[in-house]
């Protein structure tokens, strides 16, 4: 998890990753930030992240992503 903190504190540092739940739902990821992310997830984690899988609830929070990067990991 210490590596997705990583990469999330690369994306925008003055931002308490560990305290937001609602990380698209209020914006805090935009866009361009998702795309990074899918990206980098997709290069540390050697995972694909289908389009299917980009969604809030996959993404809104750091457990939500761990988790989606875990569940990725077991296919």
Known sequence: MEKLLDILMEIDDSIDWKAQ???VN???LDSFAVISLIAELEEQFDI???AAEIIPENLNSVDAIWKMIQ???EN
């Open 21 to 23: 739940k609602a990380l």
């Open 26 to 28: 209020d914006r805090f």
């Open 71 to 73: 569940r990725l990991k």
């Open 48 to 50: 694909e992240i289908e």
